[in-house]
């Protein structure tokens, strides 16, 4: 029962992004970054990106959307590494859906992204939006993953919407609309944000 009870409110979640914020992927380069297991990837590739590039730590998890997803360039890689990022390039839109929060470094990974991969749109969601820091065990599913079993200090900080959107002021973005899911969808009550680059 509550394996079906998430599906609906991940299912819920995903029909909301693909009605308010996916469209902004169609013919696009999309560079989705965690994808996990696919689920919001099954909507982008609704919405035909021009190239779909996906980023993702855990092995598992590339091993699973590897097969969902032939047509995708898909990255086993960490947003915190250099190599990694220099690995994807230029990307028109970046998603980061379920992933800020499980950061040590949010707002180092928000620069990685700008400085390598420098999207015209980011769209983020924050399922922890306030000013904290806890531990997280790293490699469990869905949570923090290393690409190759380094060690990490364990502990992930969570930062709040007025530093989330000073931040990405201080990067070159401005937000242009910001939302939160709704009851019934996974993370319901959480905020989402779009952001574009000033110099559009």
């Given at each position: 029962m509550?394996?079906?009870?998430m599906a609906?409110a991940m299912?819920?979640k995903?029909?909301?992004l693909?009605?308010?914020?996916?469209s902004?992927c169609?013919d696009?380069?999309?560079?989705e970054?965690?994808?996990?297991?696919g689920?919001?990837?099954e909507?982008?590739?609704?919405n035909?990106?021009?190239?779909?590039?996906?980023l993702e730590s855990?092995?598992s998890?590339?091993?699973t959307?590897?097969?969902?997803?032939p047509?995708?360039?898909?990255?086993?890689?960490?947003l915190h590494v250099d190599?990694d990022?220099q690995r994807?390039g230029?990307?028109d839109v970046?998603?980061?859906l379920?992933?800020?929060?499980?950061s040590?470094?949010?707002?180092?990974m928000l620069?990685q992204?700008?400085n390598f991969?420098?999207?015209?749109?980011?769209i983020?969601?924050?399922l922890?939006?306030v000013?904290?820091?806890?531990?997280e065990?790293?490699?469990?599913a869905?949570?923090?993953?290393?690409?190759?079993g380094?060690?990490?200090?364990?502990?992930?900080?969570?930062i709040?919407?007025d530093i989330?959107?000073?931040?990405?002021e201080?990067l070159?973005?401005?937000?242009?609309?910001?939302?939160?899911?709704p009851v019934g969808?996974?993370?319901?009550?959480c905020?989402?944000?779009q952001?574009?680059?000033n110099?559009r």
């Amino acid at each position: 029962m509550q394996q079906l009870q998430m599906a609906l409110a991940m299912n819920a979640k995903c029909i909301f992004l693909n009605q308010n914020f996916l469209s902004q992927c169609r013919d696009r380069v999309v560079l989705e970054i965690g994808c996990f297991d696919g689920w919001i990837t099954e909507r982008i590739v609704t919405n035909n990106p021009a190239q779909l590039i996906l980023l993702e730590s855990s092995k598992s998890s590339v091993e699973t959307v590897t097969k969902k997803f032939p047509t995708a360039k898909i990255v086993h890689g960490d947003l915190h590494v250099d190599g990694d990022m220099q690995r994807i390039g230029k990307v028109d839109v970046a998603l980061l859906l379920g992933v800020i929060y499980h950061s040590h470094a949010p707002l180092h990974m928000l620069e990685q992204l700008v400085n390598f991969c420098s999207p015209e749109i980011i769209i983020m969601d924050n399922l922890n939006p306030v000013f904290i820091w806890h531990d997280e065990i790293p490699n469990v599913a869905g949570m923090r993953s290393t690409v190759d079993g380094r060690r990490t200090c364990d502990i992930i900080i969570n930062i709040d919407r007025d530093i989330t959107v000073r931040a990405m002021e201080n990067l070159g973005y401005s937000l242009i609309l910001e939302d939160t899911y709704p009851v019934g969808a996974q993370a319901a009550g959480c905020p989402i944000y779009q952001f574009e680059k000033n110099d559009r």
